[in-house]
C-alpha cells in the first residue's frame, strides 16, 4: 500500500546570504518521490525548434516543456526544488528572469526553487539559446 503525502519544502535565505532575486539560497526538502528532468531545449512535440534567434520565444517555450514535463511527474512548479540554467549569452538574464518570474508565478504561494545559472559556449545545437534541467521533490 502506497501512502501520497505532501513534501515538506522550505525555503531559506539566511540574513548573512542576502535576498536573491527569485530564488533560494537553500531548500530543505522532506519528500517521498525525487523527480530529475532532464534539460529541457525550445523543442516542440514534432522536434523542431521554436524562436530561432528569438530569447524570449525559447524562454517561454522552454518553461512550457517544463510543465508538461513535471506533468508526468504528477508535479506542478510548486514541486521544483532546483533549477540548473545554461545561457548561451548572459545578455538575456533579464529576459531569463521574465519566463521565469511567470512561470512559479502561475502557483500559490510562487515558488523559488535554488538555481545555478550559468554561461555556456553553446548547447547541443548552433541555434539554440537556453537549456533548463530540473529537480521537483513530491
Do not use: W
Not at 531545449?41 to 525559447?58: I, P, S, W, Y
Not at 517555450?61 to 540554467?85: D, E, P, R
Not at 523559488?112 to 545545437?125: C, H, I, M, N
Amino acid at each position: 500500500m502506497t501512502h501520497e503525502t505532501t513534501p515538506s519544502i522550505v525555503r531559506i535565505n539566511p540574513p548573512e546570504l542576502g535576498t536573491p532575486p527569485g530564488y533560494s539560497q537553500v531548500v530543505d526538502v522532506s519528500a517521498n518521490r525525487i523527480i530529475f528532468i532532464a534539460g529541457q531545449t525550445a523543442l516542440d512535440r514534432d522536434g523542431n525548434l521554436v524562436g530561432k534567434n528569438d530569447f524570449a520565444a525559447q524562454a517561454a517555450q522552454v518553461f512550457s516543456n517544463l510543465a508538461i514535463a513535471l506533468a508526468a511527474g504528477n508535479c506542478t512548479a510548486s514541486n521544483v526544488v532546483k533549477l540548473t540554467v545554461f545561457l548561451t549569452d548572459m545578455g538575456n538574464l533579464a529576459l531569463y528572469r521574465e519566463a521565469r518570474n511567470r512561470f512559479f508565478a502561475s502557483v500559490t504561494p510562487p515558488a523559488a526553487p535554488a538555481v545555478t545559472l550559468v554561461e555556456v559556449s553553446k548547447l547541443y545545437g548552433p541555434d539554440f539559446m537556453i537549456e533548463i534541467e530540473a529537480i521537483a521533490a513530491a
